[in-house]
């Protein structure tokens, strides 16, 4: 079955304690993207990779870190996490090209003591 | 910078009631366009997109969405309500070459018994 998969799905930490969050596709796309989505303010963009080993900024990538070293995976990690990093994350991927669906894992809700 | 707006960050109707969510977008080059849902505890999953075809785009679940490039718009609709379509829609834009995908705030669609 064509998916994405996120894990874990529900993660509760504490300020500072880094963690990594994990993402795969088994579709063999080339574009993968991380969202946090907050009440009111829709989804909103992390961080985007185009290919391996190429990642780019979105709109808000401040405490986030993301790497791509395998097609399939694109882990987004937080280094030191705050409260207000508290939010539902989605993982998303699709075929290059502007015109493309992106596809969506099931999210990760994270909350920061 | 441009921008989605959602008009109507809930929207109630009544089952067998014509729904129509709104979404503008802010732009004087053609955008692609798409309408995500969201159910409960669940990512988002496409239901139409517009790609620079067809202005009237049908898509799952009975949906369909009319491009008017004069007004700026991308409403979605749908003839009669369905209990099941209870969720949360979202408008998404992308502009060129761009591979960012903007989303609006979202909309919260009741349907009434």
């Known amino acids: 079955e064509a998916q994405v998969t996120q894990n874990p799905r529900y993660l509760i930490t504490v300020t500072g304690k880094k963690l990594t969050v994990t993402c795969s596709q088994n579709?063999?796309?080339?574009?993968m993207s991380w969202y946090r989505q907050d009440p009111g303010l829709g989804l909103r963009q992390i961080y985007y990779?185009?290919?391996?080993?190429?990642?780019d900024k979105g709109d808000v990538p401040e405490g986030y870190k993301v790497s791509r070293k395998e097609k399939r995976n694109f882990p987004l990690i937080l280094e030191s996490p705050s409260p207000n990093q508290t939010s539902l994350y989605f993982c998303?991927?699709?075929?290059?090209?502007?015109?493309?669906?992106?596809?969506f894992g099931p999210g990760t809700r994270l909350l920061v003591l | 910078a441009q921008s989605v707006t959602q008009l109507g960050s809930h929207v109630s109707v009544s089952e067998g009631a014509l729904v129509l969510l709104r979404c503008n977008y802010s732009?004087?080059?053609?955008?692609?366009l798409f309408w995500y849902v969201q159910y409960p505890n669940q990512g988002l999953q496409l239901l139409l997109k517009?790609?620079?075809?067809?202005?009237l785009v049908k898509g799952i679940n009975g949906f369909e969405a009319e491009f008017k490039k004069s007004e700026t718009s991308f409403h979605l609709t749908k003839p009669s309500a369905h209990m099941s379509d209870a969720a949360e829609y979202f408008c998404?834009?992308?502009?060129?070459?761009?591979?960012?995908?903007?989303f609006g705030s979202g909309t919260q669609l009741t349907v009434l018994p």
């Open positions: 990779s185009m290919n391996v080993e190429v990642t």
């Open positions: 517009y790609t620079s075809a067809a202005t």
């Open positions: 732009s004087s080059v053609p955008p692609y």
């Open positions: 998404a834009v992308v502009w060129g070459s761009a591979r960012q995908l903007t």
């Open positions: 998303a991927s699709s075929l290059l090209g502007a015109q493309e669906t992106q596809y």
């Open positions: 579709m063999n796309h080339e574009y």
